[in-house]
């Protein structure tokens, strides 16, 4: 799209882009969307290289960065010259989801001999900048987007900076639905159905989430402000055990790590949390119709050790056959 204007032509280039973002964010894993994503933004928008990430709006420091065509040592040179960058502030001050040309903040001519640019965009190829942030209404947090093109004879254009604009909230709803989807994909067969899901880092600060984790977590704890998540959970990510359960008043979470992040599985207490792990693999065993000779089996224990598994979940739960406890799993895992 090299004209000053868009045509038709343009503009449905622009719709096959969103729909086939859509399209990819159910397919990709986590690792293998963001970078797809931008390969395919560079054929609507011409870039050689970008930095995506979050970033708190107090102090605009970046974190869960992904780097586009640039080393991983542009972050550490880039912290260096943070304080000469007028973009970041730029970005954040104006209203959410404008995007920023920085060679209307600081004109090529200038630029070129400006210390930002001798000390760092010089060696990352950064002549010219776009960048355009957005504040996720679920996690308060800023989710930016800067791209650079390193030819110093094509500037970006108004035109392009409208391109990102419009195109840059697709990206943004499409990566959080590409990253909820595989964790929810990865748990599926959890019980009970209605689950919230939130990806955190080491810190407690929150990467991605959706709507129904927030709504659980403030029903534990109404006075959360919703950046990070409460130490009684990150605390957890400390901890050796194989299993890391917090249970709370209304609610069970479940933490698993991803990588160096950490899947949140949260869902509201029922009856069947007060279960241990090996009397819940039991119950749900008994419920789908196996007999307990079936159920030692397949678990390599003696059918004595299945019958006070048993004897102990019907004191738990106040039931006194199959038929009740498989009428309160289809009800609870129905109800989430």
Not at 138 to 155: G, K
Not at 229 to 256: A, H, Q
Not at 309 to 317: E, Q, S
Request: aromatic share 10%; with cysteine.
């Amino acid at each position: 799209m090299k004209s000053s204007y868009l045509t038709m032509a343009d503009l449905n280039e622009l719709n096959e882009f969103i729909l086939t973002l859509y399209r990819a964010s159910s397919k990709l894993t986590i690792t293998e969307f963001s970078p797809w994503a931008l390969d395919a933004f560079t054929k609507v928008l011409a870039f050689d290289s970008g930095v995506w990430g979050h970033a708190t709006a107090a102090d605009i420091i970046p974190y869960n960065i992904y780097l586009y065509h640039q080393p991983d040592e542009l972050f550490h040179s880039y912290l260096q010259v943070q304080h000469l960058d007028p973009l970041p502030q730029k970005v954040f001050s104006s209203r959410p989801g404008t995007t920023i040309n920085f060679d209307k903040l600081i004109p090529k001519s200038e630029f070129d001999t400006h210390p930002l640019y001798v000390k760092h965009a010089k060696k990352f190829g950064m002549e010219y900048t776009l960048s355009t942030s957005l504040v996720d209404p679920l996690t308060s947090l800023s989710v930016f987007l800067a791209v650079h093109r390193s030819n110093p004879n094509q500037p970006f254009t108004d035109t392009e900076c409208q391109i990102m604009e419009f195109l840059f909230p697709h990206l943004i709803e499409a990566q959080n639905q590409n990253v909820l989807h595989q964790l929810k994909e990865k748990h599926a067969d959890e019980e009970p159905a209605c689950m919230g899901h939130a990806l955190c880092d080491q810190n407690g600060k929150i990467h991605h989430a959706d709507p129904i984790f927030y709504q659980y977590i403030k029903k534990e704890w109404s006075d959360w402000d919703g950046l990070k998540i409460m130490p009684e959970l990150s605390n957890l990510f400390k901890t050796s055990n194989k299993e890391k359960i917090f249970k709370g008043d209304y609610i069970v979470t479940r933490i698993y790590q991803s990588n160096e992040l950490f899947h949140l599985i949260v869902h509201e207490k029922n009856a069947l949390d007060s279960l241990s792990t090996r009397e819940n693999t039991i119950a749900k065993m008994i419920s789908m119709g196996l007999t307990y000779k079936e159920v030692s089996k397949q678990l390599g224990i003696s059918l004595s050790t299945v019958t006070t598994h048993m004897n102990n979940i019907y004191r738990k739960l106040g039931l006194r056959n199959k038929a009740e406890l498989s009428y309160l799993m289809d009800r609870t895992n129905k109800r989430g």
